[in-house]
T-cell receptor, first 115, second 113 residues
């Protein structure tokens, strides 16, 4: 049982390049989300999905796209990388329960540097 | 604005000592509060989760408390170990579409021998 798997672990991009961060979960969780973590700040929500085919914007969505064609996968696309997108990115999955969402499981992160 | 504030920002303690980390929040409507441990270079791992009706939850040497009236929580670590060195993050879930999480910036704990 792998949980949440993120790839790659590290990536260096040049300004203007595009790339896709991969996220897969094997727990059949309906919720998946992407966060970025910057020094001195809490994790901030980029995009999230409440089920296959349904996505929504989080707190800092600009410059990122997502899609959710299957329950398992939730890729994050950087359209045209900028230095401000240098960060550590975490994918998480969870399930809905009584009164909220539970079982939040985070991937190990992707450290992205844009030069 | 939904916010989670944690204190102190960082803390150094000797192995075997106890410590308490604080969390104040303004998230509304409140769903639940979680404490996570994040080791360097890893994703956050859940320690405890408490709903509105719970005021204490333990997980081994970790004990979390919640005062929903004052919107405060604490995480108490007993008999600290070197492996407790990590960032501890307070996270509050808002009862809304997607049940969004609001993260604190974390308290960096270093346990010295």
């Amino acid at each position: 049982n792998a949980g949440v798997t993120q790839t790659p672990k590290f990536q260096v991009l040049k300004t203007g390049q595009s790339m896709t961060l991969q996220c897969a979960q094997d727990m059949n969780h309906e919720y998946m989300s992407w966060y970025r973590q910057d020094p001195g700040m809490g994790l901030r929500l980029i995009h999230y999905s409440v089920g296959a085919g349904i996505t929504d914007q989080g707190e800092v969505p600009n410059g990122y796209n997502v899609s959710r064609s299957t329950t398992e996968d939730f890729p994050l696309r950087l359209l045209s990388a900028a230095p401000s997108q240098t960060s550590v990115y975490f994918c998480a999955s969870s399930y809905s329960g009584q009164g909220g969402t539970y079982g939040y499981t985070f991937g190990s992160g992707t450290r992205l540097t844009v030069v | 604005k939904n916010q989670v504030e944690q204190s102190p920002q960082s803390l150094i303690i000797l192995e075997g000592k106890n410590c308490t980390l604080q969390c104040n929040y303004t998230v509304s409507p409140f769903s639940n509060l979680r404490w996570y441990k994040q080791d360097t270079g890893r994703g956050p791992v859940s320690l405890t989760i408490m709903t509105f009706s719970e005021n204490t939850k333990s997980n081994g040497r970790y004990t979390a408390t919640l005062d929903a009236d004052t919107k405060q929580s604490s995480l108490h670590i007993t008999a600290s170990q070197l492996s407790d060195s990590a960032s501890y993050i307070c996270v509050v879930s808002a009862r809304m579409r997607g049940n969004k999480l609001v993260f604190g910036a974390g308290t960096i704990l270093r346990v010295k021998s």
